[in-house]
């Protein structure tokens, strides 16, 4: 993954980027680039990452009791860049392509079948100058092989290059709700799920305990060399963080498709309005109920729907993971928490599992071979996600009998679910559906591990 980040500009992005160095044992970070966006126009500071990154160093030779893969402080040091040093698209051109926009090109000119992640937390024209670049220097055909390298995941439009990005180049992979770079509707984006519950009054349903200064103090802030360097938030806690909290190997996969929901939300696929084709967005058709809102249980035990929902349902797990690593950074193997390994129907791994059943049949799910790191007991829960999947897809109704418990029976009742509205359609031949297991340990705190199975459900003959 390579970060574009408008970090200096308030404490957000800082927040973000220590969370993420806690996890650069499993994301490959190719880049760190200091950017601008329309908070902070004609500045970069990729001095604060680099600050950021000798603490992580400090932290790094207690990390490694806990798990292998972590960079050493001076590779990641030598992959921070500096960006476009002006404000959006007029600070590119051809003459123009910066450290950083260069640097996007070498990671995707690599020979490696990886897609790369291009999280966007400030603003893009660092990318829009990658691109710019590429497209006047190489043919037709090497450009599109480029750019089907790329993957990228923006946190709205904080400049505007977002939009010129894909008004130009379509076939373009591309995560965002459309916005004017002012964020005046930053309001209704899902990435404010993350902890948007007291400055955007947004989350209703969501437990906000989760995300106060004080709880970041106790967790965050009170632990080892990175802790210390977890500013206060003035707004909302770690805003960019959801552009990569769906690549965190945890067993959900959300980045395999972003209708399949995940840490870092979940979105379909659609053409907003004022865009020239589809994108990964937000939105939906009301009629047919295919929207990116989530429909959850909050804490208070009513039902919410709304497209914040789709992170802050998965909050107590990705806040719990956060403060478990920072553990990591000060406590030896056996004084922290570690996630349950989990096995499902002989499976091993955290890759989704894909299974199929006719309508009236049952199948099986059996996590009783799971394991604890920690030697502790683990609670179970499958639960069918709904809402995820829709893209392209009827989405089937199931039922899921023992679903507290390490085997759960799934009994294919419909290829579709009961339409709001009953227009006399029927089912098509085929649907899906999502499961989802969670198993938590009891550690402190709590730790939950994830299986994804999806279910294509056909009819019966």
């Known amino acids: 993954m390579i970060v574009i980040s408008d970090i200096g500009n308030e404490p957000d992005d800082q927040m973000s980027l220590t969370r993420l160095l806690l996890y650069s044992n499993e994301l490959e970070i190719e880049a760190l680039i200091a950017a601008t966006s329309t908070w902070q126009k004609n500045i970069v500071h990729p001095e604060t990452m680099r600050k950021l990154i000798a603490a ?25 860049y500096s960006g476009q040093p ?5 600070a590119t051109g051809l003459d123009k392509t910066s450290e950083g926009a260069q640097a996007i090109i070498q990671a995707a000119d690599r020979d490696d079948e990886r897609p790369v992640w291009i999280t966007v937390w400030g603003g893009a024209n660092t990318l829009a100058q990658a691109l710019m670049h590429v497209r006047a220097t190489r043919s037709a055909a090497e450009a599109d092989r480029f750019i089907a390298k790329l993957r990228v995941s923006s946190i709205s439009d ?30 209704y ?32 802030r009170s632990k080892g060399p990175l802790g210390k360097l977890y500013p206060r938030f003035l707004f909302i806690m770690e805003g960019d963080t959801p552009s990569y909290l769906g690549l965190i190997d945890n067993g959900l996969d959300a980045y395999a498709r972003p209708d399949w929901g995940g840490w870092g939300g979940r979105y379909i696929y659609r053409q907003p309005y004022g865009e020239t084709h589809p994108i990964w967005t937000q939105g939906g058709d009301l009629f047919s109920r295919v929207t990116s809102q989530d429909e959850v249980t909050g804490a208070d035990g009513r039902r919410y729907i709304s497209d914040q929902a789709t992170i802050w349902r998965w909050r107590e797990a990705y806040q719990n993971d956060f403060a478990a690593r920072m553990d990591w950074t000060v406590n030896d193997y056996e004084h922290a928490n570690h996630r349950p390994v989990l096995e499902v129907n002989g499976t091993g791994g955290t890759g989704p599992i894909f299974l199929d059943v006719k309508v009236g049949e049952a199948l099986t799910l059996d996590a009783s071979a799971s394991h604890d790191p920690d030697g502790q007991a683990i609670h179970y829960r499958w639960f069918h996600y709904k809402e995820a999947g829709s893209t392209d897809a009827s989405l089937a109704e199931i039922a899921i009998s023992g679903g507290e418990t390490a085997r759960a029976v799934v009994t294919a009742m419909a290829t579709c679910r009961a339409a709001w509205l009953d227009l006399g359609k029927g089912c098509p031949s085929e649907g899906i559906a999502h499961i989802i297991l969670a198993a938590t340990d009891e550690g402190s705190p709590r730790l939950t591990s994830y299986r994804r199975v999806v279910l294509t459900v056909h009819q019966s003959r």
Not at 86 to 90: E, F, N, T
Request: proline content about 5%; charged content about 20%.
């Open 56 to 80: 992580y160093g400090q932290a790094r030779p207690n990390l490694l009791r806990h798990a292998q893969g972590w960079p050493t402080a001076e590779e990641l040091n030598n992959r921070v």
């Open 86 to 90: 002006g404000y959006g698209m007029a």
């Open 158 to 187: 904080q400049d505007d290059a977002g939009p010129w990005i894909r008004r130009e180049f379509p076939n373009l992979f591309y995560i965002v709700q459309p916005s004017t770079a002012t964020g005046g509707e930053y309001y």
């Open 189 to 220: 984006a899902t990435w404010t799920g993350i902890s948007g519950d007291f400055y955007y009054r947004n989350c209703a349903g969501a437990d906000s305990s989760l995300v106060t200064n004080e709880w970041l103090e106790k967790n965050i």
